[in-house]
Every structure is written in C-alpha cells, then in structure tokens.
C-alpha cells in the first residue's frame, strides 16, 4: 500500500505476500515508500523477494532483465542480486505507471517460480 | 572408383544397421535434439524436433468469444496458466527427459509483447536450469523451416500469410529476401476483423469458420481490388466490407455466406497475384504457402490453378504445422544451432518487430 504525504516525510509499510502455493518460496517482502525528492517528485518502490539457493536467485534474475520495459519513459526497473535474494527497484512518475509495471513483474516472477518449483533443481554446473 | 554391385551396396548398409544396433544408446545418439517454445499470438505450443524428426507437438489457443479479438494481456494470462502443463506434455509424449535436450528454442520475435515475453522467461528459466544454450528464432523463418523440413521443396517461392504477417519471401545469398507484403494489415487480420463484425465462432478460429460459409455463398459482391506492384493492401478492402456488411445485412440484399464469399475470392486472388509476380522474378518453379491462413483449401486451389498454369508445383502443409506451433521454432532453431548460432541470455529479449530478412541464413548456401 502507498501512503501519500504533503509535507514529505517518509512512510513506510511492511507488507507479507503469498506468491507461490508450492514449497520454495512462500513469502515475498514489500516495502513500498513513497518520498518527495526536492528535484524528481517520483515514486520509489522496492521488492525484495528470497530464493532457496543463490543459483535460483541468478537463474530468476537472467530470466526476468532482459526485456525492456514495454513503456519507454515514466518508469525504471533495475534488478540486482545479493546472495539469495533478487530485489528490483522502481522509480516512476505516476502511481499507475508503477502499478502496471510491478503487476505485470509480479505475474513473471510468479511463472519463473512456478516453473523452478516443476522443472528444477538447477543441474550442477 | 570400382562401380559396386547392389547387392555389394545392400550387404554394406546390413552391416551398417548391425553394427549400429549393437552400439549403446548414448553413442548411437550423435543426434541433436531441439526443443521450441511458440506463443507470439494466442497459440502456446512446445515442440521437441530430433534431427528432422517431429518428437511431439503439443498446442493450446486461446480462443475468444464471438465478436471479440484477443488482446495481449489477456494472451499472456492465458499462456502463463497452461506453458507449464504444455511443456511436460511435450517431453512425455516424446519420451525424453531434460538431459537428452541439445538447445532449447524459443520465438525471439516478431508478435505481441506481453505473450512473447511470458514464453520466453518459461524458456530461459529452462534452458538455466537445465544447462543448455538457448536461441531465439524469428517466427516468420520459424514457419519457413518448418514447411521446407515437411514438403522437401528445395528452392521454394514461399506465401507467408496469416493473422499477423503476409509476406512473399524468396532464399536468395544468406537472406530470406522479402519480395511483396502487406502494406496494412496481414490477410488474416482481415479475415479476421471481418468475423468479429458479423459475429462468427473463433473456434477452431475465426478463418477456418469463414472458409466453410463461403462454399455456402453464391453471391459475389464486388470489393475493392488493392494489389500494389508487388504488394498488397486490406485496410481499405475490411473498411469497405464492414460497411457493407452493415447496409446490406440488413436490407437482405444478400447473405453473411455471400460476403464470406467474395470476401475470400478477393483477397486470395490478390494473393495469388503477388506470388506469381515473385515467381517470375525469380524464375521459381516451387510455391510453399505456410501460416495459419495457408490450411485454407480454396487459397490452395487457387494458387494451385496458377502454378498448374505456369507448370510449377504447390506445396502446403496441415493444420498441425500451417498453424503456430512450437515444433516449427525447434526446427528453425535445429538449423540455426547445427550451424553454429546461440543466444546469449542478456541478448535474448523478445522483439514485436523482427525482419524476416534481419537472420543471416547460415545453414544454406
């Protein structure tokens, strides 16, 4: 959820998410904060989402960058791995700009981890 | 060299097939093995080709109700909710396991977005975990590949045509070399937008139910003829035939069978026209239709007349190949590996326009 805030201060929510109904991954941590930089007055997101090992994590991460956004300007996406965990960060203009990015991210998030759970584990390298 | 008798010839190769059954599995198999991962518009197939051989097929469409197109985010639910299933068919019914895989296919481009992207994240995910090289094909050499693996036509003037492309396409040094297009919209765009305005079933789809009221028609309305050189336009002739649909539907003037008719006889005509025009630039004896328009028997019978007049031979394939399906990208994507292409993962994001004419054609001469 966003909190929206005249003065500028900063709020943020803590959200705990079902994504995937098998057993690697159960929940998926949101912090949402919406701040007002002096300069850009843009939108922030973040997701933080853990993975069973650090070579799901890599796996997801090489199969979820290489498209680019479907919209050219108002929204960035950067996704980065450390360890197990895959985060993305977002910083858009409007509020439904982001909305229909992180959607659309959440439903390819959920097919990689549907299809890890079916088609994994990764084989040794 | 010493000329050989057959039966010298035929002792030889029962030597050969002994010997070759008496080999291991694993040595016996220097074949490759490419799987292929289509679903650019609303076909989700997979497909596993081993060396020329179709292994499996499998295939879903999401089909919408009467009067309504599919739209792209919509597509991509539909194939996200079955790729996975469509993907362990594909293995079972081919008997293979991940490791016997040599490449894992997948359309790169041209399409819709929203479905390109879903197959290929399915396909990336796989080829990771399972530690095989990916490739993305272009889905236009896709259908090319595969009619030529099909009909064994060696040098052939190829009609591509289907909801979303129509191209006329010659091999010429490297390139698969685009000779006439759709200026607008593909034909079965067309068609298509046509059966959504007198409300017919997409099922199977919306061309194969327009292709069997037009034997019903006996009227022929006169539409607009739009061949452009070597190109062809339909925005005007669906513009024109919307129109009259709605004046003359309900005058009773004639039937939805009539226009279907005419609708067909038009734009085939125009079709035909284009690729004899290639033909004679190339001096092509050979015709190949392929896409999702090509099953249309009555496109077949009139290009047939054309080719039986210049004494060239038609080829076509069936529903199961003319139609999108993942076999036809594993068959694009065999040639493309066995010569050498790969896909590296940060290169592999999909492209909703994508040349047919872009792919160096390595694995021909």
């Given at each position: 959820m966003l909190f929206f805030e005249n003065k500028g201060t900063f709020n943020q929510h803590m959200t705990k998410m079902p994504?995937?109904?098998?057993?690697?991954?159960k929940y998926v941590n949101m912090a949402a904060c919406v701040s007002e930089n002096d300069s850009d007055k843009k939108l922030e997101f973040f997701l933080k989402v853990p993975f069973p090992s650090e070579r799901e994590a890599a796996i997801a991460l090489q199969s979820l960058s290489p498209d680019p956004e479907p919209?050219?300007?108002g929204i960035t996406k950067n996704l980065d791995v450390t360890g197990h965990t895959l985060s993305v960060r977002w910083t858009a203009d409007e509020a439904r700009i982001l909305r229909v990015s992180v959607s659309s991210f959440l439903d390819h998030l959920s097919l990689v981890m549907e299809t890890l759970d079916a088609f994994g584990p990764p084989v040794s390298q | 060299m010493r000329r050989t008798f057959p039966h010298e010839e035929a002792f030889s190769k029962a030597i050969l097939a002994v010997v070759m059954v008496l080999q291991p599995a694993s040595v016996r198999s220097n074949m490759t093995v490419v799987i292929g991962f289509e679903g650019s518009a609303n076909k989700i197939g997979v497909g596993i080709i081993r060396d020329g051989e179709v292994l499996s097929n499998p295939r879903r469409t999401y089909i919408t109700p009467p009067g309504q197109g599919f739209l792209p985010g919509e597509t991509a639910k539909h194939h996200r909710s079955v790729i996975l299933t469509v993907l362990q068919e594909a293995l079972d019914e081919a008997g293979l396991?991940?490791?016997?895989?040599d490449c894992v296919a997948y359309t790169k481009?041209?399409?819709?977005?929203a479905p390109l992207v879903t197959v290929a994240i399915v396909a990336r995910t796989v080829a990771q975990l399972w530690g095989k090289p990916l490739l993305g094909v272009n889905h236009c050499i896709g259908h090319i590949e595969m009619g030529r693996l099909i009909t064994?036509?060696?040098?052939p003037t190829v009609l591509y045509v289907s909801g979303g492309n129509t191209q006329v396409i010659a091999y010429s040094e490297r390139r698969y070399r685009i000779f006439g297009e759709t200026i607008d919209i593909a034909v079965g765009n067309c068609l298509d937008r046509f059966a959504r305005v007198i409300k017919?079933?997409?099922?199977?789809?919306p061309g194969y139910n327009i292709e069997q009221m037009a034997k019903k028609g006996t009227k022929y309305i006169e539409l607009p003829y739009t061949v452009k050189g070597m190109d062809v336009s339909f925005s005007g002739i669906l513009s024109y035939i919307e129109d009259a649909a709605h004046k003359m539907l309900s005058t009773s003037q004639c039937t939805p069978e009539d226009l279907c008719f005419s609708l067909q006889e038009t734009v085939f005509a125009m079709l035909v026209e284009i690729t004899e025009r290639a033909m004679a630039h190339c001096g092509s004896q050979e015709v190949l239709i392929v896409g999702g328009?090509?099953?249309n028997l009555r496109l077949q019978e009139m290009m047939g007349v054309m080719c039986k007049e210049r004494g060239a031979r038609l080829f076509a394939t069936d529903e199961s190949f003319c139609i999108d399906n993942g076999a036809m990208i594993a068959q694009a994507g065999w040639e493309m590996f066995c010569s050498g292409h790969v896909t590296e993962l940060s290169d592999s994001w999909i492209t909703q326009r994508y040349r047919t004419d872009e792919v160096e054609v390595t694995w021909r001469d």
């Amino acid at each position: 959820m966003l909190f929206f805030e005249n003065k500028g201060t900063f709020n943020q929510h803590m959200t705990k998410m079902p994504l995937s109904n098998r057993s690697s991954t159960k929940y998926v941590n949101m912090a949402a904060c919406v701040s007002e930089n002096d300069s850009d007055k843009k939108l922030e997101f973040f997701l933080k989402v853990p993975f069973p090992s650090e070579r799901e994590a890599a796996i997801a991460l090489q199969s979820l960058s290489p498209d680019p956004e479907p919209r050219k300007g108002g929204i960035t996406k950067n996704l980065d791995v450390t360890g197990h965990t895959l985060s993305v960060r977002w910083t858009a203009d409007e509020a439904r700009i982001l909305r229909v990015s992180v959607s659309s991210f959440l439903d390819h998030l959920s097919l990689v981890m549907e299809t890890l759970d079916a088609f994994g584990p990764p084989v040794s390298q | 060299m010493r000329r050989t008798f057959p039966h010298e010839e035929a002792f030889s190769k029962a030597i050969l097939a002994v010997v070759m059954v008496l080999q291991p599995a694993s040595v016996r198999s220097n074949m490759t093995v490419v799987i292929g991962f289509e679903g650019s518009a609303n076909k989700i197939g997979v497909g596993i080709i081993r060396d020329g051989e179709v292994l499996s097929n499998p295939r879903r469409t999401y089909i919408t109700p009467p009067g309504q197109g599919f739209l792209p985010g919509e597509t991509a639910k539909h194939h996200r909710s079955v790729i996975l299933t469509v993907l362990q068919e594909a293995l079972d019914e081919a008997g293979l396991k991940a490791e016997d895989i040599d490449c894992v296919a997948y359309t790169k481009g041209p399409g819709m977005g929203a479905p390109l992207v879903t197959v290929a994240i399915v396909a990336r995910t796989v080829a990771q975990l399972w530690g095989k090289p990916l490739l993305g094909v272009n889905h236009c050499i896709g259908h090319i590949e595969m009619g030529r693996l099909i009909t064994n036509a060696q040098n052939p003037t190829v009609l591509y045509v289907s909801g979303g492309n129509t191209q006329v396409i010659a091999y010429s040094e490297r390139r698969y070399r685009i000779f006439g297009e759709t200026i607008d919209i593909a034909v079965g765009n067309c068609l298509d937008r046509f059966a959504r305005v007198i409300k017919i079933s997409n099922d199977p789809s919306p061309g194969y139910n327009i292709e069997q009221m037009a034997k019903k028609g006996t009227k022929y309305i006169e539409l607009p003829y739009t061949v452009k050189g070597m190109d062809v336009s339909f925005s005007g002739i669906l513009s024109y035939i919307e129109d009259a649909a709605h004046k003359m539907l309900s005058t009773s003037q004639c039937t939805p069978e009539d226009l279907c008719f005419s609708l067909q006889e038009t734009v085939f005509a125009m079709l035909v026209e284009i690729t004899e025009r290639a033909m004679a630039h190339c001096g092509s004896q050979e015709v190949l239709i392929v896409g999702g328009v090509g099953c249309n028997l009555r496109l077949q019978e009139m290009m047939g007349v054309m080719c039986k007049e210049r004494g060239a031979r038609l080829f076509a394939t069936d529903e199961s190949f003319c139609i999108d399906n993942g076999a036809m990208i594993a068959q694009a994507g065999w040639e493309m590996f066995c010569s050498g292409h790969v896909t590296e993962l940060s290169d592999s994001w999909i492209t909703q326009r994508y040349r047919t004419d872009e792919v160096e054609v390595t694995w021909r001469d």
